[in-house]
């Protein structure tokens, strides 16, 4: 139970692909080769090659150079197999890896799912094709325990969800709450509301988002689990 509360993601095998399925001698012979030539180059045009390294790092320090970098890992930066969460790690995530972590959560439910929140997403940070082929679109609000999504954000996924996306219903996840008026407008627009309470028992406890949010899907019911592959199932592009 501790390692469950400590906020750790199970980490998934090398045998199970992505970057951990590299094995330790190709990253000593590409990290070897990598510093030959930079010496290299180093050598020819030392101050252009200073210059590019503190670039590089002053951009990486940068907020949005992590957000790119993170965006760009993509899938591999998603876990494979169970995960577990506690409130405690998703409270200390930025945005964007909290988006992440809902995808992984989705993936280990057994849903194809993509992560896609950037600027100008159209209320859609992560798109999901779940076992009854259902487009799905899931807002992620990464939030204080103490602060609440409003009724403005649920008409704002409720404009989008269905005209841009062609999705079936929408779901918002957040590590806070929702207002009177969020819980009163979601469901009449086909909105299902993950607050805190319910993220608790679908990140920490394990149970599946569609029994918790009593959605019936017959492979998200049975416990399959797909291949978390998006282009596996179906694209949405």
């Known amino acids: 139970m501790d390692a469950l509360r400590g906020g750790r993601l199970m980490r998934r095998s090398r045998s199970q692909g992505g970057w ?3 094995p330790w001698w190709a990253w000593g012979l590409g ?30 320090a940068l907020k949005p150079g992590r957000s790119a970098l993170l965006a760009r890992a993509g899938r591999s930066a998603l876990a494979a197999g169970p995960v577990r969460l506690s409130l405690a790690h998703l409270d200390s995530l930025d945005p964007t ?7 992984s959560l989705l993936r280990r439910d057994g849903l194809a799912a993509q992560h896609v929140g950037r600027a100008g997403d159209k209320g859609a940070d992560v798109l999901v094709v779940d076992g009854s082929r259902r487009r799905v679109v899931v807002q992620c609000k990464r939030l204080r325990p103490d ?3 409003g009724d403005q954000d649920v008409q704002r996924v409720n404009g989008t969800y269905r005209h841009d996306h062609g999705a079936e219903f929408a779901v918002i996840v957040t590590t806070g709450g929702f207002t009177t008026a969020a819980r009163a407008s979601g469901p009449r627009y086909g909105i299902h509301l993950v607050d805190r309470d319910a993220l608790e028992r679908w990140a920490v406890l394990g149970e599946p988002l569609y029994r918790i949010l009593r959605i019936p899907d017959a492979r998200a019911r049975s416990g399959k689990r797909g291949p978390g592959s998006w282009r596996a199932r179906r694209s949405l592009g």
């Open 97 to 103: 890896a909290f988006e992440l972590a809902v995808c």
């Open 147 to 149: 602060r609440r999504v």
């Open 20 to 22: 951990a399925a590299i």
């Open 31 to 60: 990290s070897t080769a990598g510093l030959v030539v930079l010496w290299q180059v180093a050598q020819q045009w030392p101050v252009w090659t200073g210059f590019g390294l503190v670039s590089a790092a002053a951009g990486l």
